[in-house]
T-cell receptor, first 111, second 113 residues
Framework: GENVEQHPSTLSVQEGDSAVIKCTYS??????FPWYKQELGKRPQLIID?????GEKKDQRIAVTLNKTAKHFSLHITETQPEDSAVYFC??????????FGKGTMLLVSP | SQTIHQWPATLVQPVGSPLSLECTVE??????LYWYRQAAGRGLQLLFY??????ISSEVPQNLSASRPQDRQFILSSKKLLLSDSGFYLC????????????FGPGTRLTVT
C-alpha cells in the first residue's frame, strides 16, 4: 500500500521566517495530496490541497508544490506568525476513499 | 453548508466497559464516513471507513467495531475497552469521487482507566 514519509518531525522558526515541510509518497498512482493543520486539542483542519494535474497551488501565505517524478510534495508557509504554531499533516490518496497520512510536523513559531 | 457532530466530547471509562461513540453529518447526502484514532502526540490511524449504509471496511483488526445504521450516522463501538483504547477519536466525512476531500469532526477524548 501507500507509504507517506514526512520531514522534519519538529520545526522551529522565528516569526516572519518561512517554513517548509516535505513529504514523499511511494505509490505513483496517488493523485490527491491534502495538508491539515491541527492545533493543540483541536481537530485537524484542511488548509490546502493539490491534485496531480497541478504543480503548485497558493493561498495567501501558504503554498504547496508537487513533483510527480520525484514523488514528493511540500508545504511552504511564508511570513510565519505565532498562530501558525501547530502540527501539520500531509496525506496522499489514489483517488479511492482513504487517505494515507504522514506522521506530522510540529511547527513552533517564536515571537 | 456541511456540519459534522460527535458526542460525547470527553469520556472516562473503566477497563472492560462497553463503548459507543456517535457521529452525524448534516448538509450532505451519501457521504463517505471515517473513524480515526489519535494517540497522545501521535499521528492519525484510520480505523474504519464506510461508503454507504451498512458498508464498513476495517483497516486495523482490534476490539472495536463500527456501524452505519443511517446515511449520515456512524457509530464506533466496543464490548470491552482496553487501556490501549485511550485516545482522541475523530470522525470525518468525505466528499467521495472525484475530489476525496475529508473534513474532521470535533473529536471525542477517551480515557480508559
Amino acid at each position: 500500500g501507500e507509504n507517506v514519509e514526512q520531514h522534519p518531525s519538529t520545526l522551529s522558526v522565528q516569526e516572519g521566517d518561512s517554513a517548509v515541510i516535505k513529504c514523499t509518497y511511494s505509490d505513483s498512482a496517488s493523485n490527491y495530496f491534502p495538508w491539515y493543520k491541527q492545533e493543540l486539542g483541536k481537530r485537524p483542519q484542511l488548509i490546502i490541497d493539490i491534485r496531480s494535474n497541478v504543480g503548485e497551488k497558493k493561498d495567501q501565505r501558504i503554498a504547496v508544490t508537487l513533483n510527480k517524478t520525484a514523488k514528493h510534495f511540500s508545504l511552504h508557509i511564508t511570513e510565519t506568525q505565532p498562530e501558525d504554531s501547530a502540527v501539520y499533516f500531509c496525506a496522499a490518496s489514489k483517488g479511492y476513499s482513504t487517505l494515507t497520512f504522514g506522521k506530522g510536523t510540529m511547527l513552533l513559531v517564536s515571537p | 453548508s456541511q456540519t459534522i457532530h460527535q458526542w460525547p466530547a470527553t469520556l472516562v471509562q473503566p477497563v472492560g466497559s462497553p463503548l459507543s461513540l456517535e457521529c452525524t453529518v448534516e448538509g450532505t447526502s451519501n457521504p463517505n464516513l471515517y473513524w480515526y484514532r489519535q494517540a497522545a502526540g501521535r499521528g492519525l490511524q484510520l480505523l474504519f471507513y464506510s461508503v454507504g449504509i451498512g458498508q464498513i471496511s476495517s483497516e486495523v483488526p482490534q476490539n472495536l467495531s463500527a456501524s452505519r445504521p443511517q446515511d449520515r450516522q456512524f457509530i464506533l463501538s466496543s464490548k470491552k475497552l482496553l487501556l490501549s483504547d485511550s485516545g482522541f477519536y475523530l470522525c470525518a466525512w468525505g466528499t467521495g469521487s472525484p475530489n476525496f476531500e475529508q473534513y474532521f469532526g470535533p473529536g471525542t477524548r477517551l480515557t480508559v482507566t
